[in-house]
């Protein structure tokens, strides 16, 4: 049951720039708003003015828009006392915000017409703004796509992250190797963001834990050697339609004191900022590598560093609105994104408990009912775990709590009749296996009311497999929440063409209800409607065309099927496989080259993981067998492939409108849900991929005929790899692939180090642990359908159509809005048109 409710009565009955009927007087106001910025804002002159100045000016000219209803969101959820939901994340892949901030508004037209009358191109200045890639991938495009759909549903809520100094890495490709460079977001201010100095918390670490006595009882207090200081950065995220705006708010880490002045006068000037230097350490970099012992402390220090500063942050307000902390689980739902702010859970028993005075029992029933988590992976590498030691160094009153949750909830089990040894380790939240380390996800499991997968099979999998003897332990607790994607970013933003098609055939409604897609299915057979449709998508085939051409001067053609695999590069995610059909593509072409190919560009962009090598390999084959095929004559226009170098939010904006064809290719079972496998259905490409993650789902709605399933199941996954994974004979079976691992372990693709994908070879043929041997005549033989599809253009335009018409339920709206009902229990507000 959905619950409504009202608008808040201040909230001004019609956002005055609404509409386009007052188009010029809108324009005009703006024009004169962003001149203002320039002025006293900027300090620019109009005609020293230099297009970064002009994009700062309207950006700020934009953000002053969202204020007033921003003042009006804080006052209503205050004065309606309203629950509001926390949104914990170490990662926020937000990209870049002006089209997303103008579209919002429905500002971008009287914009572009306020800025055309200063001989200033809007277009131009988008290009301008650096990424806020505060995220790897995923799971941070995720937590920026719901802070969008809260926004837009008027939950009350708050994003609480790290603003680091510098992002994701930028990736460059130099003779096909990957490089990775430090990224620069902050180099010339940032205009989304409001500097809350007077927002600080102190955050401890290290020092030691006293037993005092407090009102005939023992109470721990805990005794930081150090202390860092958390402050707060405020950025304005506006909902759909501008009503409804909330606070995503970053926290960076200053030094106590900015400078030891003794040490300085002495001229000990690094000795003098030594502090400064290790505090501010902390929200240095997105994701420092872990490889070394000091990069692993540095993580788990961004960890509770957030996990805390946020936990203080929404402590004090509910104090200040409610008045006893009692009462917090009535007015916070916290979710945990991953088990990144797991740390939480023992923060909030440590601040109930030690600071404001609850015992135990009572703080662990808060806790519970405040937090819920997201399991987001089942990679087993990935399930966070931390030294014991490193915890009682680093952090010895929550390890202290840690030991007593555990035991508690181990002698529970006890009187519960289980003493299965075994069965109890499985739900320790310590593995003793190889040296005491601390189980987070376990810990985040508890700690929660509710745990939810992020996709139906992903649901299911966690519970078979990660949280298997927890599961038995709290049947309710593990639920599913399918992973969505904001159609304003995704549609609205990334593809106009498409969205200007739907706007007139189904009518502006389509804009505020995603549901009237499915009246596009009457217009899949119109051959009138497949025209204009295939006129959109040219024309976005011809922008990234552009873009090809202008990043990495390889010119393709736009009429060829644009097959697009974009994402992390990573070994489940099968690139691998990929290359292969690419190769054997090549080899096909070479053995009859008068033979009538239906012309292909093979697209990929991806980062990999600076310390996974296997990964980087992959990116160097992939640019190898680009060399190859682009510079053989004997190819023509037949095959080209692309690897786009510094894939990104924006990037993938340019890149997914143009596709035909999705590449959602992981081993079954591995990838948990994927959301770029929905930007691309919703834009209408084709997927062909395995049943894996929220593909299953896809397949569901778009139906059997619009989508190309290959592959082993999931199941099918666990039993291949029980019975062996060398692939001798499977390699031995199939002359095809026989050919095309022959030729790369020759060096057809590394004339200049012919052992170089050796090791990779060998790893496909004796240890396939991702199965792209198993997989390969399958995906050939779903590759071939593809292409008989692409023929029949009418056929193809069809199922791109009802891809579009069928994939309205991966809306995050529609992800949020079940959170808000089934876990976090919080009123939505549709969207008024
Ligand atoms: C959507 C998105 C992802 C996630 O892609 P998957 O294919 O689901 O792995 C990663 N990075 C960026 C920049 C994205 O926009």
Known sequence: MTETIAAASDRPDDAPEAGAANGAAVAAKLREAVLEKLAYSVGKDRNAASERDWFIAVALAARDRMVDNWMTTVRANYRESRRRVYYLSLEFLVGRLLFDSLTNLDLVEPMREALAGLDVDLDRLRDLEPDAALGNGGLGRLAACFMESMATLGIAAHGYGIRYDHGLFRQTIADGWQHEYPEDWLEFGNPWEFPRPEVHYEIGFGGSVESVARNEQTAQVWRPAEIVAAVAFDTPVVGWRGQHVNTLRLWSARAPDPLRLDKFNQGDYFGAQADQVRAESISKVLYPSDSTPAGQELRLRQEYFFASASLQDLMRRHLEQNGDINTLADKAAIQLNDTHPAIGVAELMRLLVDVHGVAWDRAWEITVATFSYTNHTLLPEALETWPAPLMERLLPRHMQIIYLINAKHLDALRAKGLDDPQKLAAVSLIDEHRGRHVRMGPLAFLGSHKVNGVSALHSELVKETVFRELHELFPDRICNKTNGVTFRRWLFEANPHLTRLLVETLGKE??????????????????????????????????????????????????????????????????????????????????????????????????????????????????????????????????????????????????????????????????????????????????????????VEIKERVGDDNIFIFGLKADEVAKRRAQGIDMRDTIAAAPELREVLESIAEGAFSHDDRHRYQGLVDSITYHDYFLVAADFVAYRAAQAAVTRRWRDRKAWQRAAILNTARTAWFSSDRTIQEYAEDIWKVPTLRPRA
């Open 510 to 695: 389509v804009l505020d209800d995603p549901s009237l897609l499915i009246k596009l299915e009457p217009y899949a057979d119109d051959l009138n409607f497949q025209a204009r449709w295939a006129a959109a998508k040219q024309a976005n085939k011809e922008n990234l065309a552009r873009v090809i051409a202008d990043r990495t001067m390889i010119k393709v053609n736009p009429a060829a099927l644009f097959d697009v695999q974009i994402k992390r590069i990573h070994e489940y995610k099968r690139q691998l496989l990929n290359i292969l059909d690419t190769i054997a593509l090549y080899n096909e072409i070479r053995a009859q080259p008068m033979r009538d190919m239906a012309p292909r560009v093979k697209i990929f962009a991806g980062k990999a993981a600076a310390s996974y090598q296997q990964a980087k390999l992959i990116i160097k084959l992939a640019n190898d067998v680009a060399r190859v095929v682009n510079n053989d004559p004997t190819v023509r226009d037949q095959l080209k492939v692309v690897f786009l170098p510094n894939y990104n939010v924006s990037l993938a904006e340019a890149i997914i409108p143009a596709a035909d064809l999705s590449e959602q290719i992981s081993t079954a079972g591995m990838e948990a849900s994927g959301t770029g496998n929905m930007k691309m259905a919703l834009n209408g490409a084709l997927t062909i991929g395995t049943l894996d993650g929220a593909n």
